[in-house]
């Protein structure tokens, strides 16, 4: 496990920026209140076979104590870097993305499933939308009830949305919770 270098740390902030854009200060900042320290430590970003975790400091120092080959994760895993190095977030990093996002889209009831079965969002599925989203803008996707199911990059700004047909793409999903069952072996 190591931390991130300046090329990689890059990646990720340009990633996390796209769907979370000022509030990503929020998610550097965090402090942490995990271990035996009274005073709050912070969150940061570490490698680990190629997935990048956010994890406290406090931790990270205790890791150091678990040989590299016999640690297996460390905190939330965010994202995965592939093969040829470009920078891929996970469905883990939802709840992080949810609680700082900058533009989301609200489903309605009956299109959740289809979301969550891997489907791209269409306009008859959307139930609310935040203004000012740009076409390709990284989207958070809520069920009616506040509840974080994915997220997805907005194929149509908020304007280009409410013109459209109800067959019109709007979001196309880049990952949702019904992963954790589509995909238990690679997460």
């Known amino acids: ?5 300046e090329s990689e740390t890059t990646q990720v902030f340009e990633k996390l920026f796209k769907f ?8 550097v900042e965090s402090p942490s ?4 320290d009274q005073t709050p430590g912070r969150y940061c970003f570490r490698l680990h076979k190629n997935r990048v975790y956010y994890v406290s400091e406090s931790l990270v120092k205790r890791a ?3 040989k590299r080959e016999n640690l ?18 996970t469905i883990q990093a939802l709840n992080l993305l949810a609680a700082n996002a900058k533009h989301k ?23 609310r939308i935040t203004d000012n989203i740009n076409a390709y803008d990284g989207v958070v996707v809520f069920s ?4 974080a199911l994915g997220f997805g990059i907005a194929a149509k700004s908020t304007q280009d949305c ?20 589509r995909n238990q072996e690679d997460l």
């Open 144 to 147: 009616m009830s506040d509840v």
């Open 105 to 127: 889209v609200w489903l309605k009831p009956t299109s959740e499933m289809s979301f969550l079965y891997g489907n791209d969002v269409i306009k008859g599925g959307l139930g």
């Open 72 to 89: 297996v994760a460390l905190g939330t895993n965010i994202g995965k870097f592939t093969k040829s190095g470009k920078f891929h977030l």
């Open 1 to 5: 496990m190591r931390p991130l270098d």
């Open 33 to 36: 209140h995990e271990g035996p």
């Open 20 to 27: 979370t854009g000022n509030n990503l200060k929020n998610i």
């Open 64 to 66: 150091t104590n678990i």
């Open 162 to 181: 409410r013109k459209m047909d109800p067959n019109g793409l709007v979001v196309i999903r880049q990952a949702d919770t019904g992963e954790y069952l």
